[in-house]
């Protein structure tokens, strides 16, 4: 596609202009001249599996791409990276991210999100504006704490994290949007980046060294990997303790702070749709109750809402990999070292494989809903070898927060309709969501 035809659009809407590129281009793999850059968006989800998963490892994070580069200054080598690091890494972690141990943290994540939920008493009363993205944030941090530290770092430095890491994903724009200019080349969003790096070190590498000197007999993510060894049977140094710790709570905060944070002006949006969920909420949910495993494999409806917002509003919205050798995808000839985006927002709106794309529209996820026409037409978590593997704490901590906070309370836009979409490392929202919340009144389950 040349730049004369594409760029109009792309300025005015990317993503839009991404979806419609794909849907006049069924089956086939669209090359973007965007000047010095020229990518192949890869959207047809047989491609999108070839890519992601039949030959993955032809298709590598590193290299000089987009997105990768400007991450790794602040999740370095490790779990994100590619090869032995990457598989090193994820074969540590991955005990720590099963259905089995997840399930198993459900009853101290659900008093931690109850207890984080009780602090909205005050504000609802005196009817105070509340920005919803930084409330969901210190709402996560406080249900995934016992997971990564065992409660040994604050609330209020894991939101200083939380933070540093909203500072990262918006200076990343401008790598993202310049990818071909080199490192030593300062960009817009640099100095900020760095900073936002230096305060995630300054909480984390003083962790760590605290843990190494005394280390502990717990199963948390900080305490395994301090006493994890590497293929030599030497301890891991510090720094990719630091690294890999870092990267799993980017990835367990970010995606369900970006995700969650669409929810309040989609329901303002959908009426109909908030209504369902009250009711299941009302029906499943006793007032001011910690919710408990089984409480949540009964709210289908919920799971049913937060399946369809990850199909519109997927938090990690583009994947970049580098070509190692040439291959072919569905007839397009890629060589070694050309760049191959795919895009789950894009994927998951085309009109081909999804009716009224751009409609929300939770019953598509019904159990009695026909199977998909692709297992990769929805793919918000990745697919194959480097999947998330978060994707199972993401599907239990999300309606878990969701569940509790909206069985006690209703909420009231400032602002009301759907915000711009904000690109960057991660899908959010353009301007600040500001809620009120106001207190439900209820006689209990019926």
């Known amino acids: ?241 630091r690294d890999d710790v870092v990267s799993m709570f980017a990835t367990a905060t970010e995606t369900t702070y970006a995700v969650l944070t669409w929810l309040w002006p989609i329901l303002d949006a959908h009426p109909q749709v908030a209504e369902r969920l009250y009711a299941e909420l009302d029906e499943v949910v006793g007032p001011d109750e910690v919710i408990s495993r089984d409480q949540l494999s009964r709210l289908t409806y919920t799971r049913m809402v937060l399946d369809e917002l990850l199909r519109m509003y997927p938090a990690g919205w583009l994947v970049p990999r580098s070509a190692v050798a040439d291959d072919d995808i569905g007839g397009a000839r890629v060589k070694a070292g050309d760049l191959v985006v795919v895009s789950s927002y894009v994927t998951q709106r085309l009109a081909r494989h999804w009716a009224r794309p751009e409609v929300f529209d939770p019953d598509r996820f019904g159990a009695d809903q026909p199977r998909r026409s692709h297992r990769y037409a929805y793919f918000p978590f990745g697919g194959g070898p480097h999947q998330c593997l978060g994707m199972y704490l993401f599907h239990l901590e999300a309606p878990l927060v969701v569940a509790t906070i909206l069985s006690r309370y209703r909420f009231r836009l400032r602002e009301r309709g759907m915000p711009p979409k904000q690109l960057a490392a991660t899908l959010r929202p353009g301007r600040a969501v500001m809620v009120t919340l106001t207190r439900v009144q209820r006689r209990g389950r019926g």
């Open 1 to 241: 596609m040349p730049l004369f035809r594409t760029l109009p659009g792309l300025l005015r809407d990317p993503l839009r202009e991404l979806v419609r590129l794909a849907d006049a281009a069924p089956g086939q793999v669209v090359r973007l001249n965007l000047g010095t850059l020229r990518p192949y968006l890869v959207t047809e989800p047989s491609h999108v599996q070839q890519v992601l998963r039949d030959n993955a490892a032809n298709y590598v994070r590193g290299g000089d791409n987009l997105l990768w580069r400007p991450v790794r200054r602040l999740t370095g080598e490790g779990i994100m990276s590619d090869g032995p690091p990457w598989q090193d890494s994820r074969t540590r972690m991955q005990p720590h991210f099963t259905a089995k141990r997840i399930d198993g943290l459900v009853d101290s994540m659900s008093h931690a999100v109850s207890a984080a939920v009780d602090e909205f008493e005050e504000p609802a009363r005196a009817g105070r504006w509340l920005d919803a993205g930084v409330e969901l944030g210190r709402v996560i941090c406080r249900a995934i704490s016992s997971v990564f530290f065992a409660d040994r770092v604050s609330t209020a430095d894991q939101l200083r994290i939380v933070a540093a890491q909203d500072r990262i994903v918006t200076a990343l724009r401008g790598r993202l949007l310049l990818p071909f200019v080199p490192d030593v080349v300062p960009v817009p969003g640099d100095r900020a980046l760095r900073r936002a790096v230096e305060v995630v070190d300054s909480i984390m590498l003083p962790l760590v060294r605290a843990e190494r000197e005394q280390p502990r007999d717990g199963d948390d993510l900080l305490a395994t990997l301090t006493r994890a060894r590497d293929s030599d049977g030497r301890p891991l140094d510090e720094r990719r303790v």
